[in-house]
């Protein structure tokens, strides 16, 4: 199911007196569209350097925080 479909089949179960809600979000994700612009070179330079860079490992948080020296508690305010 595609997420036009899952959307259409979410705004069915909706009750009509709340519609207002999901056409003025619709409205105004709609104003947020633009239109895809093709890469330029800067942008095919920084996407080539970025995967020459990422050599397909993953690393979790936990080993991040570990490896700086970090804990969960860091990250809090």
């Known amino acids: 199911m595609s997420n036009k479909e ?7 179960t909706i009750p009509e007196n709340k519609m207002i ?4 979000m619709l409205t105004g994700i709609q104003g947020l ?3 895809e ?7 095919l330079e920084m996407i080539n ?12 948080l936990e080993d991040m925080l570990k490896k700086d020296g970090l804990t969960y508690a860091d990250l809090q305010d």
Request: a negative charge; charged letters at 35%.
């Open 37 to 43: 612009v093709e890469p330029d070179e800067w942008d």
């Open 21 to 24: 809600f999901v056409v003025e």
């Open 33 to 35: 569209l633009v239109e």
């Open 49 to 60: 350097a970025a995967e020459k860079e990422n050599d397909g490992t993953v690393i979790s």
């Open 6 to 12: 899952r959307a259409l089949q979410i705004i069915d």
